[in-house]
């Protein structure tokens, strides 16, 4: 039976049951799931280490409910612990790998994770991780040995491959940094089944647009961590809901996603604005001599898109391109190739009306094509909490309404523009950046006296992490001084986090009442680099 063949009504009952992997592995068996580096899966295949897994995590002694953390490279088994979770009813926290083991070890901690499954790639931060969070004691090693793990293969191959007779549809809480510094959990209640969180915002209008963007065989490609939100719900639990396989990446390259673009006949993706500019930066004749003509929904979000460089992508692959606005918390807005191309700038249109506010600063509803701070709708049966922050949590919320503190504006048609990111936050490479952990970092340094990280225009990035410090009275600002705080950043924070650059000022721009004028320093920099 074809994937098109398979009724609506089945397959969203099998989501609701956690069971949309044994319906396809019913339905299409020996079509490939998925396709790594690290190895292969049939349906059939990821369906029986599925429930073999959720077998074993219960033998352990896990119940619904109870929460397990994965710290994974993109692989088979980061579908198989996402997949198990999903069909025992446990909570699964991905870990962003690049973190240090006390980074990853708070997560650990505080989404209370029972176990933690981890590649031996990463077996120093995971050993790291353990010493802070005791109360995960089911340990399992993936791709190898680590010390005070149990190796995955040995504990799943043990167990029954049928499906459970019993399964309990479960959920995920990714963690979200803030402007205080420490990340926070993005939690919802169980009752708030995955099935309804990623039918909701921008997620719906994907849904609906995979299946009407052609028929026929489909693959998709994953390009980007699975560890991060768009990626895991994009590029793993949506294809594989809808029987499409998956082609991962483990580490990005240009010319290598144009190869496996071609060889897979690729016919979804999702990516980020960096690696639309990085494949434009291809020679031109590197670029033509890949067929990407199976293309047919290449998905963006995360970061603002630069006008010419989404327009040149659309211009090489056609009107296959779709961009989102949302967020961990929820989704906001959707557009297509052609929508865009009659409003380049767009980051698109809610469902409905509704689903976005825009509020100037009394609070009150912001006119047509005035800028306020935008307020998206929280998704309906899945509110979310910031999970131990209720002070967090309340802030964020205006009755039904969360913002990001993003500002912007809708024109006369409801189409959403971003006028500037939050006010802290710094997007490289569409990965979130929050100044505050790096400013708590440099503070310590016994030359700093005070400190802003901001983010300045970069040609590839988007963003780069600059600080600007104020020395230490007495203290020279030299090149080896920046060159020792960048140093400082490395050995305590993810590399991703670190200040590329560091200047020095005399006096950092501070109110009366101790709050540093972010904005006025940035625009500063932003007036000295064009991009």
């Keep these: 039976m074809t994937s098109e063949a398979v009724t609506a009504e089945r397959r969203r009952e099998a989501l609701r049951q956690g069971m949309i992997l044994a319906l396809w592995a019913e339905t299409k068996p020996d079509e490939p799931a998925i396709i790594s580096p690290h190895g292969h899966r049939t349906f059939k295949t990821l369906n029986a280490n599925t429930n073999r897994l959720a077998r074993a995590l219960r033998r352990k002694g896990l119940q619904a ?9 993109n692989r088979p088994e980061f579908a198989e612990v996402m997949a198990a979770s999903q069909r025992a009813g446990l909570r699964l926290t991905p870990i962003n790998w690049h973190l240090t083991a006390d980074e990853a070890g708070y997560i650990v901690a505080d989404c209370e994770a029972r176990a933690l499954v981890a590649d031996t790639r990463f077996a120093a931060t995971a050993a790291g991780a353990i010493a802070q969070a005791p109360a995960a004691g089911i340990r ?3 791709g190898g040995a680590i010390d005070g793990f149990e190796r995955y293969d040995d504990l799943v191959l043990a167990e029954d491959g049928r499906d459970l007779d019993d399964p309990v549809l479960g959920t995920t809480m990714l963690y979200t940094s803030g402007t205080t510094g420490r990340p926070k959990g993005v939690h919802r209640p169980r009752s708030a089944s995955a099935a309804a969180v990623s039918a909701a915002g921008a997620a719906q209008s994907l849904l609906a647009s995979v299946r009407a963007a052609g028929s026929g065989p489909t693959m998709h490609l994953c390009t980007g961590p699975l560890y991060h939100a768009a990626p895991l719900a994009f590029s793993l639990a949506t294809p594989l809901a809808q029987g499409m396989g998956v082609v991962m990446m483990d580490g990005w390259d240009a010319e290598e996603t144009l190869r496996l673009i071609q ?4 016919t979804h993706s999702h990516m980020v604005p960096t690696m639309f500019h990085r494949l434009l930066s ?12 199976s293309l047919r929904f290449v998905l963006h979000g995360a970061a603002p898109c630069p006008v010419a460089v989404k327009r040149g992508i659309i211009e090489w692959w056609g009107p296959v391109v779709y961009e989102y606005y949302a967020a961990t918390e929820g989704g906001g807005t959707f557009v297509t190739s052609e929508e865009w191309l009659s409003r380049p700038g767009t980051v698109g ?4 009306p509704e689903l976005i506010n825009i509020l100037d600063e009394a609070g009150a509803e912001a006119p047509v094509g005035a800028v306020g701070t935008i307020y998206i709708k929280a998704p309906d049966g899945a509110p979310f909490s910031y999970y131990h922050d209720p002070a967090k949590t309340a802030s964020a919320y205006r009755d039904d309404y969360f913002t990001l503190g993003d500002v912007g504006y809708l024109d006369a048609d409801g189409y959403l523009y971003l006028t500037d990111r939050s006010v802290n936050l710094i997007i490289s490479g569409g990965v979130n950046i ?20 901001i983010g300045v225009p970069n040609a590839e990035w988007g963003e780069e992490v600059k600080a600007v410090v104020e020395p230490q009275p007495g203290v020279q600002a030299t090149s080896p001084l920046a060159t020792e705080l960048i140093a400082w950043c490395r050995d305590r924070l993810a590399s991703y986090k670190c200040p590329r650059t560091v200047d020095f000022t005399v006096s950092l721009p501070r109110h009366d009442n101790g709050k540093l004028y972010k904005q006025q320093l940035r625009e500063e920099y932003r007036q000295q680099v064009k991009v």
């Design 349 to 352: 249109k809610p469902a409905s």
């Design 140 to 142: 399992l090693a993936v």
């Design 434 to 453: 929050y100044p505050a952990e790096i400013e708590a970092v440099l503070i310590t340094h016994p030359a700093v006296g005070d400190v802003a990280v």
């Design 65 to 73: 409910g109870d929460a397990i953390a994965l710290l994974s490279t």
């Design 282 to 293: 291809l020679p031109p004749d590197v670029r033509a001599g890949y067929d990407v003509s």
């Design 263 to 266: 060889r897979h006949r690729i």
